[in-house]
């Protein structure tokens, strides 16, 4: 099929702006991270630095699924603009909180403390502009290349990586010039932001698949249904009960509140389907992105030693990714959407399982390249078959399956990976230190229950020795419980391989064609 070439300028225009989701995203973090940048001039510590981090985070992940309830009606090109502005907001409060700590200051720490407030909430702004541009570009993909969803949404998710790769070469490259004012940085986010500004102000927005066959909102409300609605809600409220320190029973009300409304309006469980893969989706989100932080701590010694920045990590698998996902067709043609899936599935089993191990560079690096191609692939195509199989539930379904795993990282997958590296480190001392287990342990608890962890303040009251042999184990064992964190993969694996026998009784993998969609 021939496209036009405004579909052509609207397509490239959505991988710009997804570029530069990934560039905001990583440039910030490189400047919370950086000791001698953000947390110098503003003086803040590594848990404020990780609230920072966290305020950029959940306002993504919620706009992207509030969003996709409004999209339809408020136009795709409205929430491009919406998504522009916020950027634009970020600059000037980032500027601001610069501003705010120059010259002759009489009371720093209450220059810095109001300047970390404009980044807090700059951070927040952007956030959401980072959500509604995931939230407008999935959809109109979807509806551009409504015959190979799978594929374009691949090859537009190439900008995410592609994002990382330019962020991270440019912030290592410009170190010098960064070092004596950061604002380098944030301007340069701003050069492919202009430029998805200009590519889409003067384009024609295609009509989303669903509106143009004539498919009524409450049809998407029911082909996402009251379960995968409670999913999202739960996750949403949790996420802003943490935030705002909201208490157990208003984040539980507003829950009940809201599902009830949505489930009294939609009257649907929403397809079967659906709700099985955003099941799946929970412990992909937490394969793909909650492991990220781990590999590349562990990663960070090497490099170090080998007089490498840590960086180029980064760089070296965004490389991997964005090259892969530009070359998704034939990949996809040969293996289908779910045979794909089910591959990389059991690639991530084995390079997780071979990270556990590792040691030196070049073993390390033939792990993160396994473990790199598997998880390439995971994001977009689950996407695709979404966007394949629920056309009813238009932008709602594809972004939502997004946003609950993006949510379900944060506060389900992460802390949850937490348990499972405390959990060995304090298995392994039990068994090895059992004269000092009980001195160096505490109990404490998480949203999924109770857990023994290391104690750190009780280590450094023992000898030196005891305290090397117990950092020893918690090395160890930290990078062992990458192993454990297989169990995601592998549930994902066996849940794939269940779809491909499903669809294989149904006559085989089809997209389905909205007015044959129920």
Not at 174 to 179: D, R
Not at 479 to 493: R, V
Request: with cysteine; hydrophobic share 55%; glycine share 10%.
């Amino acid at each position: 099929m021939k496209h036009s070439k405004n579909d052509k300028t609207v397509f490239w225009g959505s991988f710009i702006a997804l570029v530069t989701t990934s560039m905001a995203f990583i440039i910030r973090a490189f400047l919370i991270n950086d000791g001698s940048l953000w947390p110098a001039q503003f003086g803040f510590d590594k848990v404020q630095g990780g609230e920072l981090f966290g305020a950029g985070i959940w306002p993504f992940a919620i706009s992207i699924i509030v969003f996709s309830l409004i999209i339809d009606r408020v136009g795709y090109k409205f929430a491009m603009y919406f998504s522009f502005v916020c950027y634009a907001i970020f600059g000037v409060m980032a500027m601001t909180a610069y501003a705010a700590v120059q010259g002759d200051i009489a009371d720093l720490a209450i220059a810095q403390a109001k300047a970390w407030n404009y980044l807090y909430w700059g951070s927040v702004i952007l956030g959401l502009g980072n959500g509604t541009v995931e939230a407008f570009i999935n959809p109109v993909v979807a509806t551009l290349f409504k015959d190979e969803k799978s594929k374009w949404l691949n090859i537009l998710h190439a900008g995410w990586p592609g994002g990382l790769v330019l962020g991270g070469v440019l912030a290592i490259g410009l170190s010098g010039p960064v070092a004596n004012d950061w604002r380098i940085l944030v301007a340069i986010m701003f050069v492919p932001a202009f430029i998805y500004l200009i590519l889409l102000a003067k384009v024609k927005f295609p009509v989303n698949e669903r509106v143009a066959a004539g498919s009524s909102y409450k049809e998407m409300l029911a082909e996402f249904g009251t379960p995968a609605a409670f999913i999202a809600f739960y996750l949403i409220f949790s996420q802003l009960g943490q935030v705002f320190a909201w208490s157990t029973g208003i984040t539980w009300g507003l829950i009940a509140a809201t599902v009830i409304g949505f489930g009294a309006y939609s009257r649907s469980f929403g397809n079967p389907l659906l709700l099985v893969l955003v099941i799946i989706m929970m412990p992909l989100a937490t394969t793909e992105l909650g492991t990220d932080g781990w590999i590349s701590a562990l990663m960070e010694p090497a490099m170090h030693d080998a007089g490498w920045s840590p960086t180029w990590v980064l760089v070296y698998t965004s490389v991997i990714m964005m090259v892969l996902r530009f070359n998704a067709g034939p990949v996809i043609n040969k293996f289908g959407p779910l045979g794909l899936l089910a591959l990389c599935a059991g690639l991530a089993i084995v390079g997780l399982n071979l990270l556990s191990i590792a040691s030196g560079v070049a073993f390390i690096f033939f792990a993160a390249t396994i473990y790199g191609v598997a998880k390439t692939y995971f994001w977009p195509t689950m996407l695709g078959v979404v966007a394949e199989q629920t056309p009813k539930g238009g932008a709602l379904t594809l972004n939502a399956i997004a946003g609950i795993g993006m949510l379900t990282v944060g506060i389900l997958g992460g802390p949850f990976i937490g348990y499972l590296q405390e959990s060995s480190v304090t298995s392994a001392i039990e068994a090895e230190m059992p004269a000092v287990f009980e001195q160096v342990t505490a109990e404490s608890d998480y949203l999924l229950g109770k857990y023994t962890a290391l104690n750190a303040e009780a280590l450094l009251l023992l000898d030196a020795e005891v305290q090397a042999e117990a950092a020893e184990i918690s090395e160890r064992e930290t990078q062992g419980a990458l192993a454990k964190m297989a169990i995601f993969p592998a549930f994902m694996l066996a849940c794939y391989i269940g779809l491909i026998f499903y669809f294989k009784r149904q006559g085989g993998y089809k997209p389905k064609v909205i007015g044959e969609a129920h």
